[in-house]
């Protein structure tokens, strides 16, 4: 299937992003990777993370609800999953006229690292990339982290539905009476 975001290669549900990541590298794409998390607490319906790839290593990041990219993108993204993840593969010159913004650059291993918390991953695409020239993200990096610290929206829904399953949990477990008011 050929459409404006290129060929579709893949598209399932997955609880953990590095299975995405990983099919990516061993594939060797060129494209990128819609990613939908099915929480709807934490992005609403439209927004969704974008990560690009070229020969299997990720490039760029951007996410359509907040607009931002790079690591920012990155941190927006790292919510619980399942996620909806759909592979494209897209030519370069294709790519580069809708994805080409120097502000979306993140460094090869930092998906794996924040999203899918895979060092062994994170390893494997770092040996993979080319070289080159080193940015103020991968100097930086912690500003992914940062970026999701400082997106206070985010932290509430977290806590709200940690609290949510935590109530649910207790009521399964039939301590529902011991939780405080």
């Known amino acids: ?47 969704y993370g974008v990560l690009t790839f070229e020969g299997g290593i990720p490039v760029q990041a951007h996410h359509t609800r907040t607009g931002r990219g790079g690591p920012a993108a990155v941190a927006d993204l790292a919510v619980p999953g399942p996620y909806s993840v759909e592979l494209y ?8 006229t ?48 940062e970026a999701f610290l400082e997106d206070e929206e985010k932290i509430a829904a977290i806590r709200k539905q940690a609290k949510r399953e935590a109530e649910r949990r207790a009521e399964e477990w039939g301590l529902d009476d011991q939780l405080d008011p």
């Not at 997955?14 to 061993?26: K, R």
């Not at 390893?123 to 103020?136: K, V």
Request: negative net charge.
């Open 98 to 145: 809708t994805h080409g913004a120097d502000d979306r650059t993140i460094p090869p291993g930092m998906p794996a690292e924040r999203l899918a918390g895979d060092p062994q991953l994170a390893a494997r695409t770092r040996a993979r990339a080319p070289e080159r020239p080193t940015s103020d993200t991968e100097t930086t990096p912690t500003s992914a982290v």
């Open 89 to 96: 593969r897209q030519p370069v010159d294709e790519r580069e």
């Open 1 to 47: 299937m050929t459409s404006p975001h290129g060929e579709l290669v893949r598209s399932r549900v997955v609880s953990d992003p590095s299975t995405a990541l990983a099919t990516a590298l061993e594939r060797g794409l060129t494209g990128h990777a819609v990613f939908k998390p099915q929480d709807s607490l934490l992005l609403d319906a439209d927004g």
